[in-house]
């Protein structure tokens, strides 16, 4: 068996892989996240189960969980390590986002999932920006920096030609996984400050993507929506999500043709920065 | 509708932010924001103000005429009760 080691938001995971394909995939998906152990928070055990194109995930100590295919089988790791994250990080308040980097400051993307996150991730990082996740972001509430949650890039779908997929890209079922060594510009390893988000809306009939900036009540209202643990948090969370829409300029952003959203975003940054 | 007294709910969480206000329905799992106009009016629905005490105040602290300050708060008590977020229920 197989051990890789991974170190998220100050914390450790192992996973034991019982044989190569589930080793290939995990490796893939969570190569960036790769780092020394001082202390295992998390310890799972993933390989094939009996029936031929099955996978299973444990978790040592849980009952075993498993998956019809190797699109699923990420997806049931991914949820694992996400949801035992919180409870081992009650403090940092998880949002639904993509989050990346420009000029020593994080941009965050916020939208359900479907809503063209990771396309746009990927988009901006042809565009000078680097990558800290394109999932999920835990923000420090003390400070209002996000951490790092760098899973390998993962689109559900193609991105428009202008965007291609490297070749060393891996691919499931349903899923398409850039690499650390694919990401342009980088990843970004430590905590950074947030100064935007952008919550998105994609919108397949608009001639042109659009830009509008948010009061901070309505900020406040749309991020408490993508919270994943405001609960955890005083007030029921929302003074969470007052007090990081209060550290950021927020706009909602109708996207549409991708490179024209690119360009829009960066302008609206440049002229709030 | 002008002698009616809206109550609203005290069982959501309240914050003033910025000028507007964020309601948290953590029964209905549903948050609201309220422009620095229907907060107004929805901090002032306590059960003992009528309709036209609200639409005079509104009147008096956003220097509208007294018609169209009417017109407004009838406007915004019926949202907030579609909301959810009136106890008294209009008729």
């Given at each position: 068996m197989q051990i890789l080691t991974l170190s998220v938001l100050d914390r450790g995971i192992r996973v034991g892989c019982q044989e190569p394909r589930s080793l290939a995939l995990v490796s893939a998906a969570?190569?960036?996240?790769?780092?020394?152990?001082v202390e295992t928070s998390l310890d799972y055990v993933v390989?094939?189960?009996?029936?031929?194109?099955?996978?299973?995930?444990?978790?040592?100590?849980?009952?075993?969980?498993t998956a019809a295919d190797d699109a699923t089988f990420l997806g049931l790791l991914d949820e694992e390590v996400v949801v035992e994250l919180q409870k081992l990080r009650p403090d940092l308040y998880f949002i639904h986002a993509a989050v990346?980097?420009?000029?020593?400051?994080?941009?965050?993307?916020?939208?359900?999932?479907?809503?063209?996150?990771?396309?746009?991730?990927?988009?901006?990082?042809?565009?000078?920006f680097r990558y800290l996740s394109d999932e999920l972001g835990p923000v420090d509430l003390q400070t209002v920096h996000v951490y790092p949650f760098p899973r390998a890039l993962a689109l559900k779908t193609e991105p428009p030609v202008a965007y291609p997929l490297p070749p060393s890209t891996v691919r499931t079922?349903?899923?398409?996984?850039?690499?650390?060594?694919?990401?342009?510009?980088?990843?970004?390893?430590?905590?950074?400050?947030?100064?935007?988000?952008?919550?998105?809306?994609?919108?397949?009939?608009?001639?042109?993507?659009?830009?509008?900036?948010?009061t901070a009540g309505?900020?406040?209202?749309?991020?408490?929506?993508?919270?994943?643990?405001?609960?955890?948090?005083?007030?029921d969370?929302?003074?969470?999500?007052?007090?990081?829409?209060?550290?950021?300029?927020?706009?909602?952003?109708?996207?549409a043709d991708l490179s024209a959203t690119c360009a829009l975003l960066t302008g609206t940054l440049e002229r709030s920065l | 509708?002008?002698?009616?007294?809206?109550?609203?709910?005290?069982?959501?969480?309240?914050?003033?932010?910025?000028?507007d206000t964020v309601v948290l329905d953590r029964a209905a799992e549903r948050i609201h924001r309220l422009n620095s106009t229907a907060g107004f009016i929805w901090q002032r629905c306590d059960g003992r103000r009528t309709v036209g005490d609200i639409a005079e105040e509104l009147a008096g602290a956003f220097?509208?005429?007294?018609g169209a300050a009417n017109e407004a708060v009838v406007a915004a008590i019926r949202q907030l009760d579609e909301l959810g977020l009136l106890d008294h229920t209009l008729g």
């Amino acid at each position: 068996m197989q051990i890789l080691t991974l170190s998220v938001l100050d914390r450790g995971i192992r996973v034991g892989c019982q044989e190569p394909r589930s080793l290939a995939l995990v490796s893939a998906a969570y190569g960036p996240m790769r780092g020394d152990l001082v202390e295992t928070s998390l310890d799972y055990v993933v390989g094939r189960d009996i029936a031929p194109a099955a996978f299973f995930v444990k978790r040592v100590g849980r009952e075993l969980r498993t998956a019809a295919d190797d699109a699923t089988f990420l997806g049931l790791l991914d949820e694992e390590v996400v949801v035992e994250l919180q409870k081992l990080r009650p403090d940092l308040y998880f949002i639904h986002a993509a989050v990346l980097e420009r000029a020593d400051a994080a941009v965050m993307l916020v939208a359900q999932s479907g809503g063209g996150k990771s396309t746009l991730c990927w988009a901006l990082l042809h565009h000078g920006f680097r990558y800290l996740s394109d999932e999920l972001g835990p923000v420090d509430l003390q400070t209002v920096h996000v951490y790092p949650f760098p899973r390998a890039l993962a689109l559900k779908t193609e991105p428009p030609v202008a965007y291609p997929l490297p070749p060393s890209t891996v691919r499931t079922s349903r899923t398409r996984h850039v690499t650390e060594a694919d990401i342009p510009g980088g990843i970004i390893r430590g905590r950074t400050r947030i100064s935007a988000i952008f919550f998105l809306r994609y919108d397949a009939q608009a001639p042109a993507p659009s830009v509008r900036r948010l009061t901070a009540g309505e900020a406040a209202a749309r991020l408490y929506e993508n919270a994943l643990n405001p609960l955890a948090h005083a007030g029921d969370g929302l003074d969470g999500a007052i007090r990081i829409v209060s550290h950021a300029c927020c706009y909602a952003l109708t996207t549409a043709d991708l490179s024209a959203t690119c360009a829009l975003l960066t302008g609206t940054l440049e002229r709030s920065l | 509708m002008v002698d009616s007294r809206p109550r609203r709910r005290s069982d959501v969480s309240v914050r003033d932010v910025e000028g507007d206000t964020v309601v948290l329905d953590r029964a209905a799992e549903r948050i609201h924001r309220l422009n620095s106009t229907a907060g107004f009016i929805w901090q002032r629905c306590d059960g003992r103000r009528t309709v036209g005490d609200i639409a005079e105040e509104l009147a008096g602290a956003f220097d509208v005429a007294p018609g169209a300050a009417n017109e407004a708060v009838v406007a915004a008590i019926r949202q907030l009760d579609e909301l959810g977020l009136l106890d008294h229920t209009l008729g």
